[in-house]
């Protein structure tokens, strides 16, 4: 004897809503006797298998976990002050190699006046200058690189 029902009383039995129950006939879950209507018994094992069989995570579903985990781990850190906006980090950059460089042209002034000998000044003179242009030059490099990728080159290598 079976345990015949209509699409309402299936979609009740397995606490789905009746669109549910037609899709799941439709994708071939499950089927409905010759008379119209749905053997309850069998309905719901089908149903339990295909339950277990599904995959329960799919890629989408991690891999928009994990963007939504980034978001508000950005979040978090943005209200905790840990993060700092690109653009005030390469301004910060600029002003320490300024610092750098009038620290370097004023080495050469120090000479001046300690007496040194012309030949010593001007060597020193013109490696301030080279060192100052592979300075601006790195970081110039530097800026353009994390402008375009978000991230700096590999290790710096001094050039002097």
């Known amino acids: 004897m079976t345990n015949e029902a209509s699409v309402s009383e299936t979609a009740r039995h397995l606490d789905l809503s ?33 339950l277990r069989e599904r995959p329960t995570r799919t890629e989408k579903h991690d891999t928009l976990h994990e963007a939504r985990t980034r978001l508000a781990d950005l979040r978090y850190r943005k209200m905790a002050n840990e993060l700092v906006p690109f653009s005030e980090v390469l301004l910060l950059l600029e002003q320490i190699t300024a610092w750098y460089v009038s620290v370097l042209e004023g080495l050469s002034g120090a000479i001046v006046q300690a007496r040194a000998d012309r030949v010593l000044r001007e060597a020193l003179r ?24 978000g991230r700096a080159t590999d290790v710096w290598e001094a050039k002097t």
């Open 126 to 149: 013109a490696w301030v200058f080279k060192t100052r242009t592979a300075l601006a030059d790195k970081f110039a490099e530097q800026r353009a690189a994390l402008e375009k990728t």
């Open 18 to 50: 009746r669109e549910r129950v037609r899709q799941l006939e439709a994708e071939r879950v499950i089927e409905r006797l010759p008379s119209g209507k749905f053997d309850l018994d069998v309905t719901r094992l089908r149903y339990i298998r295909f």
